[in-house]
């Protein structure tokens, strides 16, 4: 992830978008931000639907930085077996 951080936030774009797997998609505010997992970490892609590209991007291993994510998933067609 360190090496990761060196890149310009275009070539970390690119990056993100071939070796990455995108994962899901959530609101904030005045941003749409794309999570997608990259190796070992996570990696947020930050869009303004008022500007052209990549606002920001945010990369990142602690799973509590997931959570924003968790209400996007649902889960009520998964049966529990007892």
């Known amino acids: ?9 275009d070539q970390q774009a ?5 070796r990455g797997r995108y994962l899901s ?6 941003f749409l931000i794309d999570l997608y997992c990259v190796d070992d970490f996570f990696v947020e892609l930050w869009y303004s639907p008022n ?6 991007i945010r990369s990142f291993k602690d ?3 997931l959570e924003p994510y968790l209400k ?9 077996f007892n």
């Open 1 to 9: 992830m360190e090496k990761f951080k060196k890149l310009t936030i």
């Open 14 to 18: 690119k990056f993100v978008k071939t």
């Open 25 to 30: 998609i959530r609101e904030n505010r005045h």
């Open 51 to 56: 500007s052209v590209g990549i606002n920001q």
């Open 63 to 65: 799973i509590k930085l």
């Open 72 to 80: 996007n998933i649902d889960i009520s067609g998964i049966r529990i």
